[in-house]
């Protein structure tokens, strides 16, 4: 018989609660581990072969699959420890806290490199808040040429311009030439980038004036290039084109920028609000006739993390949050995160209509509820609701200036 671990003088699987908490303690314990993964400078951690095999293909080829290796030990030289730890958080926890743009790069390429695609979907989450700064982050000069090309293909990730993505992708060509040359030719680092990355960029969706101001410079293009392509950006038929001009066709397609961001509190709730504990199997209600009167995205949802009652500290929110029109279809869904909800494609909220947005909670939660609804002024929308809980909401508004 194989011993197991206690808790309290009880075997673990008797006083643990639910998948989540049972396999948060083969995690952090290293019960009934199967594997030891050798990361850089000797950090070796404790895994399952199973575990990781469910969520990755790579892995179940590694480990599962008929060439898998059969030792207990699996050596990732080329992982940095502190990034693979975030992938194991995921995969265990399904949790990651993510502290930087930067982080949050990194752990996407090692996602990609995985296949690990719900990780993936988490890390584009925190990505795509401020893609600005995802491009023009160094941590872009030392990601794969693939994962760079899945970012730039990307259409959830917006930014203020083409420009931003066509920036980065110079920086990342002029650091595969190394140090030799601090200001390599235009047509070297067009080599290193390749046509095939380069037709990622939509120029169709800059102006003519940021086209010059951003491309014509760099000699990435020829003149003959740019000449093909500056007529496309002012409307010419792109079949007159020479077929070797590295053009996208797309015009746009990225999701819009978050141009201002507003936050509205809907505290508007009445006097007589009461506090109600939800089980895990509930259907929680949040808001019931939302409406807008101008049609708006909405991309993030922050619900409090705390609400203090009486002394009382209430749980963490974790669980989906599904928006639905008035006839009961789902026109959007995701994961809540300990409170923090954002929409990999941002929910669209049409002019006057009405929708309602519904959690499930993935344990256990409490929220103050309400019996009226409350009005707020977003950016150019006013937003109203005839019934609510406290929530904080974020709205991405593409028409703002």
Known sequence: MVETGTLGGQPWQMV????????????????????DIVLPEGVCIKAHRLILSMKSPVFGAMLMG??????????????????????LDHTYLDRMDLESVEEALEVYALAHKYLMESARK????????????????????????ETLRVLLKSDDIGFSSEAVPFKGLIAWGRAQLGPEEEEPPGSAVRQ??????????????????????????TDVLTRTECFHIQRAIDGADLSTLPEDTPLNPTRGGRAPRLRERKELSCWELDLFASYK???????????????????????????PRHIHSFGLLLGHRVGELNIMDGEGKTISTAKCEYGDITFTRPAVLRKDKKYRLVFYPGRDVALLRGCSGGRATVGNATLSFSRGHICDFYIWDPTSS
Request: aromatic content about 8%; some cysteine.
């Open 277 to 303: 504990v939800y089980t895990s199997s509930s259907q929680v209600v949040l808001f019931e006739g939302l409406s807008s009167d101008v049609t708006i995205q909405l991309h993030h949802i922050v619900i």
């Open 122 to 145: 988490f890390c584009l989450q925190m990505l795509s808040r401020d893609p600005d700064a995802v491009m023009s982050s160094e941590t872009v000069s030392h990601l794969s040429k």
């Open 192 to 217: 290193k980038i390749g046509d095939d990355l380069l037709k990622e960029v939509r120029f169709l969706d800059m102006s003519c004036d940021k086209f010059i101001d951003n491309v014509v410079g």
């Open 66 to 87: 008929p060439m898998a290796t059969t030792g207990k030990q699996l050596n990732l030289p080329e992982d940095p420890h502190e990034i693979f730890r975030k992938l």
């Open 16 to 35: 643990l609660n639910g998948n989540m908490e049972c396999l948060k303690y083969l995690y952090t314990s290293g019960e009934y581990s199967d594997l």
